[in-house]
């Protein structure tokens, strides 16, 4: 057996109980998924994920005039009540029962 070292890091105390959780739903412990990231890391020598920045980010006034335009297209568009939408999604749907058969 190769020779064990002890790897300690600090983390944000709640980053690292959902991780927890997820790995336990998964059937092992932090120890066990840090040692397959370790392992995959040595592997594909590098991260053993995509690490990228987005090409194009969004800035808060270009997000803000987004919604404003989508808001004015919206506004053309008549009400409609609560039965009027559950009419049109039981017609969608046995539109769609119908070519399932």
Known sequence: MAEQVLNQFRSDKALREDCVAIYEAMGMDL???????????????????????????????????AIDE????????????LDEINAEIRVARADRNGRKK
């Not at 397959?36 to 270009?62: H, I, N, S, W, Y």
């Not at 989508?70 to 009540?81: G, I, N, T, V, W």
Request: aromatic share 8%; hydrophobic share 45%.
């Open 31 to 65: 120890n066990t998924a840090f040692r397959m990231f370790m392992e995959r890391t040595r592997m594909v020598r590098g991260l053993p994920f995509p690490a990228v920045l987005p090409e194009d980010q969004m800035t808060k006034a270009d997000a803000k005039k």
């Open 70 to 81: 989508l808001r004015a297209e919206a506004k053309d568009f008549p009400e409609m009540s």
